[in-house]
């Protein structure tokens, strides 16, 4: 099975900026639409965000629009997440996963959709 690995998490203060990194070791991850998702104690996890391959459209929660960049390196085989203005309600534990199938984003999807997860990267936000 195909470990994503996520990097790149820590501790900031409110206001602060973090770049979080996704990326597969042995596997090209080029053609595929990558998703970040999050997970803060004792809720569900969430769809942050979605970059395609194929058409390159990016997709945001509205929790993140504006704060949030998505995007990819093909040559790294690396997709990345910058996250600007981080708030408290940002921390969590942050993934990356895709489908294996879909080259495009259809918009922000469920992670009940997959079942490739990583170990994740932590995110705190202090206020």
């Known amino acids: 099975q195909v470990q994503l690995v996520e990097s790149g998490g820590g501790l900031v203060q409110s206001g602060e900026s973090l770049t979080l990194s996704c990326t597969a070791p042995g596997f090209n991850l080029d053609y595929y639409a990558i998703n970040w998702f999050r997970q803060a104690p004792g809720k569900e996890r969430e769809g942050v965000s979605c970059?395609?391959?194929?058409?390159?459209?990016?997709y945001y929660a509205d929790s993140v629009k504006g704060r949030f960049t998505v995007s990819r390196d093909n040559a790294k085989n690396t997709v990345y997440l910058r996250m600007n203005s981080l708030k408290p309600e940002d921390t969590g534990v942050y993934y990356c996963?895709?489908?294996?199938?879909?080259?495009?984003?259809?918009?922000?999807?469920?992670?009940?959709?997959?079942?490739?997860w990583g170990q994740g990267t932590q995110v705190t936000v202090s206020s």
């Open positions: 996963t895709t489908d294996f199938y879909r080259s495009n984003c259809p918009g922000m999807t469920p992670h009940t959709w997959y079942s490739n």
């Open positions: 970059i395609s391959s194929h058409d390159g459209s990016r």
